[in-house]
């Protein structure tokens, strides 16, 4: 079954406005989430290091402003895309590493639609 | 950082055929998995193999770390089997960061009936 659930799976919205993506770790904890974005016919790209309790660690490029990242449980974070654009639409994916193995696993991803 | 190169970028096979993908990393490594994303998008985890050989059914992947590369076999293709397979990697030190996985490009893989 799952290990890493994530909501929505497709979310629309209109320009302007705010989403929020959920990434759980169903029956562990984890300290560290990854966030992941996806283009079209192209690799996953890491956004941000989702912390538990801290701030989060962005890469290069990616505006922490625009793309904020909650990590306020052992088992939820959340990222937040604001003022969206419809440059922001695309797939959205967050992963854990499950505390027992080194095996790290994904969450189903999120389609976000910007209109 | 860790480069990750996967070949081919395409490949279109018959049902019932072999075939092998490969993936090239520029540096040490902790951690190497290979994925399945299928057409909704989710990634399926299929290997989790950062040295050595492993089997899942029809399925087969050989990571030798020394040379830095990894093969994923698949034999009497499917058409089931048709989606993008990614190899991921996690860096060795002073890279490595708890979990933060580097992807390759993809191979995307279409087996036709």
């Known amino acids: 079954g799952a290990v890493v659930s994530q909501h929505p799976s497709r979310v629309i919205c209109k320009s302007g406005t705010s989403v929020k993506i959920e990434c759980r770790s169903l029956d562990f904890q984890a300290t560290t989430m990854f966030w992941y974005r996806q283009f079209p016919k192209k690799s996953l790209m890491l956004m941000a290091t989702s912390n538990e309790g801290s701030k989060a660690t962005y890469e290069q490029g990616v505006e922490k402003d625009k793309f904020l990242i909650n990590h306020a449980s052992l088992t939820l974070s959340t990222l937040t895309v604001t003022s969206a654009h419809p440059e922001d639409s695309s797939f959205y994916i967050c992963?854990?590493?499950?505390?027992?193995?080194?095996?790290?696993?994904f969450g189903e991803g999120s389609w976000l639609t910007v209109v | 950082g860790i480069q990750v190169e996967q070949s081919p970028p395409d490949l279109i096979l018959q049902e019932g055929a072999n075939s092998t993908l490969r993936c090239n990393f520029s540096d040490s490594v902790n951690n190497l998995q290979w994925f399945h994303q299928n057409p909704w998008g989710q990634l399926i985890n299929l290997f989790y193999?950062?040295?050595g050989t492993k089997q899942n059914g029809r399925l087969s992947a050989t990571t030798v770390a020394t040379e830095r590369y990894s093969l994923l076999y698949i034999s009497s293709s499917q058409t089931t089997d048709s989606g993008v397979y990614f190899c991921?990697?996690?860096?060795?030190?002073?890279?490595?960061?708890?979990?933060?996985?580097?992807f390759g490009q993809g191979t995307e893989l279409s087996v036709k009936p």
């Open positions: 193999i950062p040295s």
């Open positions: 991921a990697v996690e860096g060795g030190v002073p890279y490595n960061q708890g979990g933060k996985l580097i």
């Open positions: 992963s854990a590493r499950r505390t027992s193995g080194n095996t790290i696993y």
